[in-house]
C-alpha cells in the first residue's frame, strides 16, 4: 500500500517558491557545473529544458502565491519564457557552453540569485 502524503496549501506554495528558485540556480551554472550535474538519471540537455518548462507552469499557474512577490515569479516567467525559445538544437552542453544567448542567460540568473538572496544555495539544496 502507498501513503500518499498531502501538502497543506502553505506547503504546496513553499514547494513551488524552491523549484523556482532551483530553476534559477540551475540556469546561472557554468557550463562545467552543468555537465556535472549529467547523469543517466538527470540528462542535462532534456532535464534543463524540462525542469524550464515545468516550472513556468507553476509561475502560470501563480501556485507561488503568497511567498514570492508577483512581479519578481513575473519576471522570472518572463526570463523562462525566452529561454523556450531557443531552438530544441540549442538546447545541448556544447551550445550551453558556447552560444552567447545561453551566455546571457547565465549573466541574468546570476542577477535573479542575487535578487532573490540565493548566494552559496546549491542546486537541488
Excluded at 523549484?19 to 550535474?37: G, R, W
Excluded at 540528462?43 to 513556468?56: G, M, S
Excluded at 503568497?66 to 538544437?89: K, N, V, Y
Aim: net charge negative; aromatic share 10%; proline share 5%.
Amino acid at each position: 500500500m502507498t501513503k500518499s502524503i498531502e501538502l497543506t496549501t502553505e506547503q504546496y506554495a513553499a514547494q513551488c517558491v524552491d523549484d523556482i528558485e532551483d530553476i534559477i540556480i540551475l540556469h546561472a551554472l557554468s557550463p562545467t557545473e552543468l555537465l556535472a550535474l549529467d547523469s543517466d538519471l538527470f540528462p542535462i540537455n532534456f532535464e534543463v529544458w524540462d525542469e524550464t518548462n515545468r516550472v513556468l507552469g507553476l509561475i502560470d499557474s501563480q501556485n507561488y502565491k503568497p511567498l514570492m512577490p508577483d512581479d519578481l515569479a513575473q519576471r522570472i516567467g518572463l526570463f523562462l519564457r525566452s529561454l523556450l525559445q531557443i531552438p530544441a538544437e540549442q538546447w545541448c552542453y556544447e551550445q550551453f557552453s558556447q552560444h552567447p544567448q545561453w551566455q546571457a542567460s547565465r549573466t541574468t540568473a546570476r542577477q535573479f540569485i542575487n535578487e532573490l538572496g540565493l548566494q552559496g544555495r546549491r542546486y537541488g539544496q
